[in-house]
């Protein structure tokens, strides 16, 4: 069963075709990568899927409702998170305060920063956000202020504040870029830990090769715009096709 469908997505800015005739099914339960050269239209594609970019044609449902021309509060209380490039944390509180911060969000999408002081009394909220520590493994790092963490493990605080929003769809826009090669294999760890452990669809755009045949078992390659083909991992890796728009040449 689909959570995620794209029909005949098309996007132009000015002169340039984006998105072309773009039509993408991401299975509920499932890692769903979403791969291509630079320019191909990847970053284009999830910003309209997360509504921060409206199509010029076709429709983007998230499990049977349009996310079109939703604030990003509402893409969020649909059930929708996003992991950007640079991890968005607040590097002047600290890794508890920053994961109770997605528990004081308002219904308008607002947050209260300064409420954290008296929220702290509020067992369950501070019970939520201890525990959420301890499943991304950072609890003994908990009064540290995030700014002085490394960038593996902001990335890891950044997901697990999104994780504590209870979302059935988790989109990772190059979640371990810039990361040394043992940060990246961490986060490749906690990435397969929660699609294993929660009930979660999770879909990721990725230059590391590595990252994606690790984690994905569906990809799409986009080309200039257009899906160039999409498949299982074990199908992928020899296609001619996915060669020639990497390369530039068939193998």
């Known amino acids: 069963m689909s959570i995620l469908e794209v029909k005949n997505v098309g996007k132009r800015f000015g002169g340039l075709q984006a998105l072309s005739d773009v039509n993408l099914s991401v299975k509920e339960n499932s890692v769903h990568a979403i791969i291509g050269p630079n320019g191909a239209g990847k970053s284009t594609l999830l910003n309209c899927l997360v509504g921060k970019l409206i199509p010029d044609t076709g ?57 954290i002081a008296s929220v702290m009394s509020q067992r369950d909220i501070l019970d939520k956000a201890e525990a959420m520590l301890l499943e991304m493994n950072m609890a003994e790092k908990r009064h540290m202020h995030a700014a002085s963490l490394s960038r593996g493990d902001k990335r890891r605080l950044e997901i697990g504040m999104c994780l504590s929003q209870e979302p059935r769809l988790l989109l990772l826009d190059e979640p371990t870029a810039g990361m040394a090669r043992a940060d990246t294999n961490n986060t490749i760890d906690l990435l397969k830990q929660i699609s294993d452990q929660r009930n979660i669809t999770i879909a990721i755009i990725e230059h590391d090769m590595h990252v994606v045949f690790s984690l994905a078992n569906r990809i799409t390659v986009l080309a200039q715009g257009t899906p160039l083909v999409e498949d299982d991992p074990e199908n992928i890796r020899g296609n001619p096709k996915v060669r020639e728009a990497y390369l530039g040449e068939t193998a």
């Open 59 to 115: 429709s983007v449902m998230f499990d049977g409702q349009s996310v079109l021309g939703r604030a990003p509060y509402e893409i969020n209380q649909m059930g929708i998170s996003r992991v950007f490039q640079t991890p968005e944390i607040f590097g002047d509180l600290t890794v508890l305060e920053n994961m109770m911060i997605p528990c004081l969000a308002k219904r308008d999408g607002a947050f209260e920063l300064n409420a």
